[in-house]
């Protein structure tokens, strides 16, 4: 018999062995210190309390972890991961496990269900759609070829993100992040991201949030789109590979900027929207 809880109190080695033995066959790799994991769960805005665990004779043996925030105008909660052990495969564990996290959260007030799928998994877009999600949006991962040289990019200011002032660039076009890119959940990391902008005549004509151990960018804004040119060819001069991951495919002229900057296209993802409480 299986039962069904929150993972609040559940301890991080715990946690670790189901992640890693739910994915293990996905060549995803987790993290099996506590502490780690716990840090880079932290980061990705998981809420324990929302977060829910398929028990078997008091071993977890399938989870749904689960982050909390505003997101496309509605309270919205994000499956940063989900997964069920091998040998409970087959089973309605899945079925059963997300059946009461949405009844849990909608009472709690959440409108949406989101979350992320590669465009290439037919099998889970089709259990997720049997099981009443839908595709809100369309993302490509993008990665840049090794810098080959060429001029030097214009000279660009820089600053932590909990420091910069997004009054100061309402003005730009924003190319909408994903949930996980959002401001709220990445100023919950350890290292804070950077922004790298610049400006003309005393206003910020471009900016670009990054990580900057990695150089992988977040966030894409302009009000001069040969700006954000440069300073995106900034980063790939600066880091070995750069990553920009799910960019929306309704920004085609963001899409034909970066490959003018020698980025290809790795990937691709659906965000899959199910609505709660009628939402």
Do not use: W
Not at 31 to 51: F, K, Q, T
Not at 102 to 115: I, K, W
Not at 144 to 154: F, K, Q, T
Not at 235 to 257: E, H, I, M, W
Request: with cysteine; aromatic share 8%.
């Amino acid at each position: 018999m299986y039962t069904y809880s929150t993972l609040e109190s559940l301890c991080d080695s715990q946690l670790a062995q189901c992640l890693s033995r739910a994915f293990g066959d996905y060549c995803v790799s987790v993290p099996a210190d506590g502490a780690v994991l716990l840090s880079h769960l932290e980061e990705s805005g998981v809420d324990r309390a929302a977060s829910y665990g398929a028990f078997r004779e008091g071993r977890l043996i399938g989870l749904l972890l689960n982050a909390q925030g505003e997101y496309g105008g509605e309270r919205a909660v994000f499956a940063v991961a989900a997964g069920v052990v091998p040998e409970h495969r087959g089973r309605q564990v899945f079925h059963h496990l997300l059946a009461r996290a949405e009844g849990e959260l909608a009472r709690q007030g959440a409108q949406a269900y989101y979350l992320e799928v590669l465009r290439q998994n037919r099998d889970a877009i089709r259990l997720y759609q049997g099981l009443g999600f839908s595709v809100a949006r369309e993302y490509q991962i993008l990665r840049s070829a090794p810098a080959a040289g060429g001029p030097v990019p214009p000279p660009a200011e820089e600053t932590d993100l909990s420091r910069f002032d997004p009054g100061a660039a309402g003005h730009c076009l924003l190319a909408e992040p994903s949930f996980e890119h959002t401001t709220a959940v990445l100023l919950r990391r350890a290292r804070p991201p950077r922004v790298r902008y610049m400006t003309r005549q005393g206003r910020i004509s471009a900016f670009c949030v990054f990580d900057q151990a990695s150089g992988a960018v977040f966030q894409l804004g302009y009000a001069h789109l040969p700006d954000l040119g440069a300073l995106v060819q900034g980063l790939v001069s600066s880091f070995p590979a750069v990553t920009v991951k799910n960019l929306d495919v309704g920004y085609p002229q963001l899409l034909r900027l970066l490959s003018g900057c020698s980025f290809q296209v790795v990937a691709g993802q659906y965000e899959l929207r199910k609505p709660l409480s009628g939402g």
